[in-house]
């Protein structure tokens, strides 16, 4: 393995980085060494988006496609290969704001202006998206791709009115050719191999023998969670094996027995789309994980993997059944994800093992699937409480449940006595007011920061009431009459 510097694209050229620590993170870079300080540091955990930049890769087509990332908690030596866009870039060289940012200026978007660097951003990776495709978004959807920005000072609806001005505003188009070229240059550059302490394999075969030699190394996807340990705990982190660059576990696609395949390295973005597709009854969960730069970053096999117990993938999973796969070497082994985690934070990982993908079966016909997230802000914030709730009814009778909630145990897990008291009987009142008691058995909630213990028993018992008031056979509430963010009257 052959030492190299970082290299990727910025400012219209190839940059080199030779010296500075592997987990330096990109927005030191960019302020101290870089001198680029329109970019601000705000909470330094990836929750305000005054850092907010945007990445540039080769998608498979060979096509420049853009991520607006928190240059906060992202490390260095993961712009490799990739181009770097802050908004020292946005400006034409003649001085002409971006339609963006005159679209700030004129709706008055900004008053202390510590937060409209990340804003202009995001709001330019939406302009792009969007010009690309040949498609205006609504309101409601520049509020979800403003969702990993706050502003404490001017208020969302002057910045919204931006969002919606800039696409009056005469288009101003990057020129991609030469980031392209630049790109594809920096393709033929070996795999990064940085001051023997961080490794940036590309292929599944040389990942699986980097963590069979290394099983000390900590496996770094999207940093989205070990990040913080540098800027919020100031940990010293072992060698780090970065799984980004392997495209195999990038991949998702549909097996030949109907299940759809999630690879380890798969964005959230992407992984959520995907069963959002298939089922429509997600798609607030997916909107609420996080925000869209960490969406784009962060990997629903790191979320499973990290195992928080109120991580929000897993519920979901669990109740769609789904498996996860695990490799060490050339050994692959599938297990049920509810049989994956063993207590708090730990799992049935062995030495030198790792998480290749995620397999979810098709649902059968028939099945109701819910997923409910209770949280103090309806954007970008950590839950009290996830469940995922899946449940199918023949002739009135239960012939399928499956209930998983987190934030109610040490680890994600399904209500194992709710389900029985559910399973094979008549799906009406009575018998969820028996499964809603059975959930004192099931669970015995922690109280911390976010939550008490009663008020988490007392709404997983109620989301339960709301699982039956969808669903039930007579009258069954549409999604306008439970939800004050129903989407399609919202524009």
């Keep these: 393995m052959n030492a190299r510097p970082i290299r990727f694209f910025h400012r219209s050229e190839i940059v080199e980085v030779a010296d500075a620590a592997p987990t ?7 302020r101290e060494d870089a001198r680029c300080t329109g970019t601000k540091e705000g909470c330094a955990e990836g929750d305000c988006g005054a850092c907010t930049v945007v990445l540039g890769r080769l998608d498979a087509q060979g096509e420049l496609a853009l991520q607006p990332v928190n240059a906060c908690i992202q490390f260095l030596p993961t712009l490799d290969g ?12 003649q001085g002409a704001l971006h339609p963006a940012q005159s679209a700030m200026v004129e709706c008055h978007g900004s008053q202390c202006g510590f937060c409209t660097p990340g804003f ?21 959807q520049i509020a979800d791709d403003l969702s990993g920005n706050l502003c404490r000072c001017t208020g969302y609806r002057p910045i919204l009115d931006a969002g919606q001005r800039m696409f009056d505003l005469p288009e101003t188009h990057l020129a991609t050719e030469p980031v392209v070229q630049a790109l594809n240059s920096l393709k033929a550059d070996p795999p990064l191999h940085y001051r023997r302490a961080f490794h940036a394999p590309r292929t599944l075969e040389a990942l699986a023998e980097l963590r069979m030699n290394r099983p000390e190394a900590r496996l770094l996807a999207g940093s989205t969670d070990m990040g913080l340990w540098v800027t919020k705990q100031f940990r010293e982190l072992p060698e780090l094996i970065y799984v980004g660059e392997v495209t195999e576990l990038q991949r ?23 069963l959002a597709q298939r089922h429509p009854t997600l798609r607030d969960v997916w909107l609420r994980f996080a925000s869209l730069p960490i969406r784009m970053v962060g990997t629903m096999g790191g979320n499973v993997a990290n195992g928080s117990p109120i991580g929000d993938s897993a ?8 498996q996860i796969v695990l490799q060490r070497g050339e050994r692959v082994r599938r297990m049920p994800l509810a049989d994956f985690y063993v207590d708090y934070m730990k799992n049935q990982l062995e030495p030198g093992e790792f998480v290749q993908g995620l397999e979810v079966p098709a649902a059968p016909t028939g099945t109701e699937l819910r997923a409910y997230k209770i949280s103090k802000r309806f954007d970008c914030d950590i839950s009290a409480l996830c469940a995922g709730l899946a449940l199918r009814v023949e002739d009135n009778q239960v012939a399928h449940v499956r209930l998983a909630f987190g934030g109610m145990a040490a680890t994600v897990r399904r209500a194992a006595q709710a389900e029985a008291a559910l399973l094979g009987q008549a799906w009406d009142a009575a018998r969820v007011a028996a499964a809603q008691a059975a959930l004192a058995e099931d669970f015995k909630p922690l109280s911390d920061m976010r939550a008490s213990s009663g008020y988490r028993l007392k709404v997983a018992q109620n989301l339960l009431q709301r699982l039956w008031l969808e669903t039930r056979a007579s009258g069954p509430l549409p999604e306008s009459a439970v939800s004050v963010w129903h989407r399609e009257t919202m524009t």
């Design 24 to 30: 330096r993170t990109v927005l030191e870079w960019l």
């Design 82 to 93: 990739k181009a770097l866009f802050t908004v020292e870039d946005l400006a034409s060289p």
């Design 120 to 140: 202009v951003m995001s709001l330019w990776s939406c302009c792009q998206r969007h010009q690309a495709a040949g498609t205006r978004p609504t309101r409601q």
């Design 252 to 274: 998702i696609g549909q097996a030949g027995d109907g299940s759809l395949h999630i690879g380890a390295g798969a964005s959230l973005e992407a992984a959520w789309q995907a």
């Design 315 to 322: 519920p979901v999973l669990m109740a769609l059944d789904a």
